[in-house]
């Protein structure tokens, strides 16, 4: 790896925030070099919310993202906004209940982690860490137990366990996988 470049995207509410802070900190518990931005609309929930993480083995030398190599959606508008930002060999993983997969050439995982939430975790809160799961799997960006140590360091004591086990849920989800490309 020299760098690479994570777009996580959706509404406010979903938990994209929180993902990229949570995949930054694992990344730096791998011991990379690590640059995380977000920003969000005034509104608390329903806006546009977007987290970067750039990961990388050396400095890096710009905060933003450019072009990404990894794309996560969790609702369409989200995709229709960034999609143009996605390196053509990169990978997009989508919510299939929320997100039409895109037409193409990158890799496309589609992922169903609210409907997983809502019926294993009985609260769709939990579909950013599910996502997570599945990135972690699908990507290899960052090991597992880093992974795991950043959700713990990462929410509130009373939920870590949830998490831990959303997480865990979103990195078995490749056997319900629908990959396309």
Do not use: H, W
Not at 114 to 120: G, I, K, M, R, S
């Amino acid at each position: 790896m020299t760098k690479i470049e994570v777009r996580i995207c959706g509404l406010g509410g979903q938990g994209v925030v929180l993902a990229g802070r949570i995949l930054g900190r694992a990344a730096v518990y791998d011991g990379k070099k690590v640059v995380q931005t977000q920003s969000y609309g005034a509104e608390a929930r329903g806006s546009a919310a977007k987290s970067e993480v750039i990961i990388a083995d050396k400095r890096i030398g710009f905060p933003l993202v450019r072009k990404c190599d990894v794309l996560v959606a969790m609702s369409q508008d989200a995709l229709d906004m960034n999609v143009k930002d996605l390196k053509e060999d990169g990978a997009v993983l989508i919510d299939k209940d929320l997100v039409k997969p895109p037409r193409m050439r990158a890799k496309t995982y589609s992922l169903p982690v609210t409907e997983v939430a809502e019926n294993l975790l009985r609260s769709k809160m939990f579909a950013n860490v599910i996502m997570l799961g599945a990135l972690t799997e699908i990507t290899s960006i960052v090991s597992e137990e880093a992974m795991e140590k950043a959700i713990v360091a990462s929410v509130r004591l009373e939920t870590a366990e949830a998490n831990l086990s959303a997480f865990k849920i979103g990195f078995t989800l490749r056997s319900q996988l629908v990959e396309t490309s």
